[in-house]
């Protein structure tokens, strides 16, 4: 349940109070019965009339007092729509709040905020953690914000037992020491309550095997190894980070054979080959620093896969097939530790593409000589974990949901991932409150929500979207995420199209942190040199927007400051880090992070027609059309397997984009129709989605964006894509049809999106 703000509301109208009674001079009828003295029929007579008299005034006197009240209220409607045309005062008076906004951030309050959010490591599931949700619902309650929680019961895992040794070629036993080093100039480092390095829900096991270096792990690395006529079934693998999801690396080693797998953070990926220093000294991972993460191929709670992990739930049974946990056990190590093992393997040379940054005298892919001794146990465990929100009731539309959203728990400190954007939702809250202060109220509700077990698989959000599903599908407006606010330089965004123009219009809104002379807008368009910025689209599943756009169908948001940073995961994001190379004075927090994120919010709770354009949406999905005709002609498909559907559909939703788009143009002016309209925006975004989802996952329903199994492709109609790269695939019978049946899902879709954004029965 939502929450009001404040129990005061935002006064609109005036109302003046109307009398209703005995007109001066008029006498009642009855006064007058003692004037002289009456039979008893006259009596009766005027007893009558007097009754009849009196019955009249009565109704006369309701009638009155009727009309003035209907008048009343026709004048208080009136007044109030008056009030909410965009060129009104009250829209004029948004239009200011919008503006105070702008200058509300505190660069001392969001590093405050930070050094607190950081003290302990706070992995979820433990107090240290749910410390920190005391933190941000104490915040809220602090900024007189309607504050709350919601607790879900989920499976995670930590480790128990972690022993990893190499037999060198020459017999002698190595210990790899699987720990990252301590240093004298960070007392952050030093603490004894990091959680040593592992794989989340990856399974015990204890395997003795060779060794194969497989470069990035990739589909298409392991097809390489079996063109040099490497076998890694049996194995022991070893993979750098950087190019893949670690749970893809790992299935994609299980699926090779491969009895384990280690995976470690090459000096060529994370620390420039070591070319500028390591930190303190610099921003780049030390050769001790190791990538934490999970492993889960699956979202949310393992073992309540599509339903909420209440108290009282159905659960799985952790080895059923259908929780998606990994198949074997893995292991990170860092670059240190990963040296021995790559200068101990014979075989072939690696390709030079295969080629890092380690000091080695050559990269080789195996097997053996060293031969690896790999001993893992986990502890699978339920846990409690609390996802914090606080709500700030919309005064005309409270039903409509504008929802921003950041994970509070972190592998280790967390001061980028993910407390970089705890922090600045709490600045976020912290300004808004100040508005609600001046007087304002959102025109719609504006839902702030602090995400738990987010590191595990996205497992807080997803549990909390799945038990709102219903109020969500229709209700939610938009949904903006921030995960790691700030790494560094350079401002990056995701968006579904409908809302490119609105990211665009705030950027150019906000300064650019660094550099005085530009806009946000204006160095992210440099920085991609074209004449439009670059946006990403929701391809994959790696944050909390997942369950927002890919299950739920709710139009989102995601941006961040730096690209991917080299002290991800590991012991070395801490506050110190944060404070000496990601942000050292937080103008990137403030400005960047927490004024973007917040004029966001304003726009889709404030403006009388929310902000969407399908047009754009209808020239991106014309370019997936061709990128998907393009593909076709490139596999030599059959002249039956057809476009044409995609076509058909899309030439309906682009006719349904123009005219809603110009009837939204011809509403500015007036106030009739602005909830079916904003209906119709709200809901388009639904119908993209299918009941039976994805083929492999189908708990992606999403056909137009959801996860790829391979990322090195085109990035949209996962369905549609993912078989034809079955169809090509070596030795994989050429099942067209299956294409065919995608392209018609796909364009189905479509038109019902068109029929959506139509508004009309067809």
Partial sequence: MLHANKSASLHLLTGTALSHGVAPGERLSSLETDIEERTPLQSAVIHLKNRHNLLIKTCNAAFILLASLLIGLSIAFLTRFILLWPGSELQHKFDEYHALFQVLGSNQTIS??????????????????????????????????????????????????????????????LNLSLKEE???????????EVIPAFHAYAPSGNISADVVYVNYGREEDFKKLKELGVDVNGTIVIARYGKLYRGDI???????????????????????????????????????????????????????????????????????????????????????????????????????????????????????????????????????????YAAIKGFEEPDRYVLLGN???????????????????????????????????????????????????????TEWVEQNLDLLSARAVAYINVDCAVAGLGFFAAATPQLDDLLQK?????????????TIYDSWLASGGGSFPLIGRFYDHSSDYTAFVQHVGVPAIDFYFGADYPVYHSLYDNYNWMKKFGDPCFQRHVAGTSTVWGLLALELADN???????????????????????????????????????????????????????????????????????????????????????????????LVYGPLRNHSGPLSFPGILDALADAVAPGSPQ???????????VSRVIIRAALVLQGELN
């Fill in 182 to 192: 301590a240093l004298a100039e960070d007392s952050y480092t030093q603490s004894k």
């Fill in 506 to 518: 705030i950027t150019k809104k906000v300064q650019d942190p660094d550099s005085p002379h530009k």
């Fill in 608 to 702: 009388l027609l929310l902000p969407f354009s399908y047009v754009t949406y209808s020239t991106e999905l014309q370019a997936y059309v061709k990128t998907v005709e393009e593909q076709l002609l490139a596999a030599k498909a059959p002249h039956d397997v057809t476009v044409a559907p995609l076509n058909f559909a899309l030439s309906k939703f682009q006719s349904a984009a123009v005219k809603i788009s110009q009837e939204a143009e011809d509403l500015k002016h007036l106030v009739s129709n602005k909830r079916t309209i904003n209906d119709q925006l709200l809901l388009a975004e639904r119908a993209f989605l299918d009941v039976d989802g994805l083929r492999r996952k189908p708990w992606f329903k999403h």
């Fill in 250 to 388: 790992v299935d994609n080693a299980a699926k090779a054979g491969a009895l384990a797998a280690i995976l470690y953070s090459d000096p060529q990926d994370y620390a420039e080959n070591g070319t500028h220093g390591y930190y303190p000294q610099s921003k780049w991972l030390p050769s001790s620093g190791i990538q934490r993460g999970t492993t889960f191929q699956g979202v949310g709670d393992p073992l309540t896969p599509g339903w909420p992990s209440t108290s009282y739930a159905e659960r799985l049974d952790s080895t059923s097939s259908e929780a998606h946990l990994p198949k074997i056990p893995s292991l990170p190590i860092s670059s240190s530790d990963a040296r021995p093992i790559l200068v101990a393997l014979n075989g072939s040379i690696a390709p030079p593409e295969w080629h890092g940054g380690l000091d080695v005298p050559t990269y080789r892919v195996g097997r053996g000589a060293g031969r690896l001794h790999f001993s893992y146990t986990a502890n699978l465990t339920r846990v409690p974990i609390r996802n914090v």
């Fill in 112 to 173: 405050d905020h930070l050094a607190v959010l950081t003290r302990e490591p706070h992995v979820a599931g433990t107090p240290e953690n749910f410390a920190t949700a005391e933190y941000v619902l104490s915040t809220f309650q602090k900024y007189k914000l309607s504050a709350y929680y919601t607790d879900y019961n989920v499976l995670v895992s930590y480790p128990l037992d972690r022993k990893l040794s190499l037999t060198q070629p020459n017999g002698s036993v």
């Fill in 735 to 745: 099942n067209w049809a299956v294409i065919q049946h995608e392209i018609w899902r």
């Fill in 407 to 461: 994970h509070r728990d972190a592998w280790t400190f967390g001061a980028v991932d993910p407390s970089s954007g705890t922090a600045a939702l709490l600045e976020l809250s912290h300004r808004l409150s100040k508005l609600v202060d001046h007087g304002w109220r959102p025109r719609r509700t504006i839902l702030l929500c602090s995400w738990d077990a987010e590191e595990f698989g996205l497992v807080g959000s």
